[in-house]
């Protein structure tokens, strides 16, 4: 029902470019070919020493870390994820999913990835936003790559008593709640966790610990920007 639901959300959409609202050609998605160029791209899917993946790799053991863009204020891709997460414009969302697909499918070192696990949102944002970002991107990532979603992990409410104590700990007090909700297939040897931007990396070393208790295969990470 909800896969039916979120294709109807997608046809109704306006085909417009997210970030200039120029209309699109037929075979243009999300973004205008105009506007693709001036996105700030990484080189991470070439280098696997990239620096996102050094800022991370101390906090948590991960194979590998991508995004496709450095986030940067009042840009392209901002005006694009902000139209995903707020304007229900799920076109960008696919976009942007089979632009992580076909990189992946051309990386050397995410060739044995077989499950993604999409970063949840709590199921009333969900209700209310129509669909999870992360789980749109992870269906285009499936469309090019056949990599099935394992929609394993959700998202609890946020811990009590968050505005009492000092400073760190209403830090702590605010640390998200991820909860696995299934097993991860034994057949599973690399997991790729997909996200919509990294901003301080706490959001995905809470999904990370909970999946690490169950899971001691590789776990990579990508995400369509980050901001450090
Ligand atoms: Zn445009």
Redesign the pocket.
Known sequence: MRKISNILLNCWFPRI?S??N?SLTVKEEG??F??QQYLHKTNHFHRKNNVLFLQLAYRMNLHSVQSLYFFQPKSIEQRAIHELKYKKNMQVGNFFGREMGRRIAATPWLQDVNGLIPIPIHKNKERERGYNQAQVLCEGISEETQIPVLKLLSKQTAGKGATKGNRMERMNSRKIDFQMEGSIPSNVQHLLIVDDVITTGATLESAFTEIRKQFNGKISVVSIAHTF
Request: charged share 10%; net charge positive; proline share 0%.
């Open positions: 470019c970030s200039c120029r973004v205008c105009y506007c």
